[in-house]
């Protein structure tokens, strides 16, 4: 008999016979994620997307294991084409097929793995502190040697994705080289010491995020007198809304010269004006 206990104390479902649904990948987090919602007592359905990439398909065998498990099974179709951002295109895609909501695998490795990618990318407080454990990412405090145990113990041979040992992707050279180098360096196991660190920024986030929440910003006097981290995230909530799309920081740096008197309007992306007239700003789409 399996004890599964250890695992579940860490994860974070929703309560006993609420209904709950999961991508399926056929890999060991995507399996063990499936696992331990059933075990914890919820109505499990398994989702499964075969992107049409590769001649081998999953599909078949991720539907055998939700039988095995009693978990009701529905499989998606996409296709993909071959091509430049051929991981995030498919990523799209699947989400785009599954019900809103679906709870993905993710663990605490990629948590980790994810605040490497947006650092490199010079992302702000709010992309390094990461995802937030919840329904839809329940099992984000376990580890990937965690999810490999449980589909060991149960005897299941999970699925090999050959991408995912491919060095042309950024996540896998973080993975394979980064992340073993800096535990070297450190002369112990980073992941979770960044996975705290990562909670922390996501604490001070949300009080920046409150306080930028409470700014009229549309107040050029008022923004003028906000401290500029908090100011800059109003900003951006005001050209996401009004924009469809997250400011970069140079947007942002150009709305706030336009606040600071430097200028009397600026153009940032999608033709959207932003500018100053007695007092307030507006924003105006061309």
């Keep these: 008999m399996v004890n599964l206990e250890p695992y579940l104390k860490k994860c974070l479902f929703p309560q006993l016979e609420s209904k709950f649904e999961c991508g399926v990948s056929g890999g060991a987090d995507s399996v063990a994620l499936m696992i331990l919602a059933k075990y914890h007592g919820c109505k499990v359905t398994a989702h499964h997307v075969n992107h049409n990439i590769r001649i081998e398909n999953e599909t078949d065998f991720v539907a055998e294991l939700a ?8 499989g998606h179709q996409v296709f993909v084409e071959p091509g430049s951002n051929l991981e995030a295109r498919a990523r799209k ?7 809103g909501g679906v709870a993905t695998a993710h663990t605490m490795d990629d948590q980790v793995e994810t605040f490497f ?11 390094l502190s990461g995802m937030r454990p919840s329904f839809s990412h329940p099992i984000l ?12 113990d149960f005897e299941i041979d ?17 993975r394979y080289v980064v992340i073993p ?25 949300d009080f920046l995020q ?8 549309l107040d050029v006097k008022e923004l003028k007198s906000t401290p500029k981290p908090i100011a800059s995230r109003a900003l951006r909530k005001l050209l ?38 007695k007092g307030k700003l507006k924003v105006e789409k061309q």
Excluded: W
């Design 67 to 74: 039988k095995r498990f009693e978990i009701d099974f529905v």
């Design 93 to 99: 895609k699947r989400f785009e097929v599954m019900p």
């Design 117 to 127: 990618i947006n650092l490199f990318r010079g992302s702000s407080l709010s992309g």
């Design 141 to 152: 405090n376990l580890r990937r040697y965690e999810t490999e145990q449980i589909v060991k």
């Design 158 to 174: 999970p699925f090999k994705d050959p991408s995912n040992k491919d060095m042309r992707f950024v996540r896998n050279k973080i």
């Design 181 to 205: 180098l800096l535990n070297d360096i450190a002369g112990r196991d980073i992941v979770p010491v960044i996975y705290r660190q990562m909670d922390l920024m996501r604490e001070d986030n």
């Design 210 to 217: 409150d306080c930028a929440d409470s700014v009229n910003v």
């Design 240 to 277: 996401t809304d009004n924009n469809g799309y997250m400011p970069v920081s140079r947007d942002i740096l150009k709305v706030l010269d336009v606040v600071n008197l430097k200028h009397e309007a600026t153009q940032i992306k999608n033709g959207v004006m932003i500018k100053r007239s």
